[in-house]
């Protein structure tokens, strides 16, 4: 098992920033596919971001393309999601999740394995 813990969100008005954080642990084997994920009020949960295990390939969904930045450390065992010029729109509960598979990029939620529990982002207008 693969545990995921998110941390580093909050309130903030819209224009700012903040950077989410999500450690992994367990039975990591370092090569997991990882992404973020939100989901807010009444509506399906949705893809935010992406990136490979090495860290070559990322990709993101079109309203946080030039605004939001996605990385890992893989000595830390660490992904982040630096998300900057914030909108009330981008208001959701924040998940990471991994999948196994390394070779393989994924925009679909149902294809990864592990989740966080979610942390909340609220952007005030």
């Known amino acids: 098992q693969v545990q995921l813990v998110e941390s580093g969100g909050g309130l903030v008005q819209a224009g700012g920033s903040l950077r989410l954080s999500c450690a992994a642990s367990?039975?990591?084997?370092?090569?997991?596919?990882m992404g973020w994920f939100r989901q807010a009020p009444g509506k399906e949960r949705e893809f935010v971001a992406l990136?490979?295990?090495?860290?070559?390939?990322?990709q993101y969904t079109d309203s946080v393309k030039g605004r939001f930045t996605i990385s890992r450390d893989s000595v830390q065992n660490t992904m982040y999601l630096q998300m900057n010029s914030l909108k009330p729109e981008d208001t959701a509960v924040y998940y990471c999740?991994?999948?196994?598979?390394?070779?393989?990029?994924?925009?679909?939620?149902?294809?990864?394995?592990?989740w966080g529990q979610g942390t909340q982002v609220t952007v005030s207008s």
């Open positions: 999740a991994a999948h196994p598979y390394s070779s393989y990029i994924y925009v679909d939620p149902a294809k990864y394995t592990y």
């Open positions: 990136i490979t295990w090495s860290g070559d390939i990322t």
């Open positions: 367990g039975r990591t084997s370092g090569t997991e596919g």
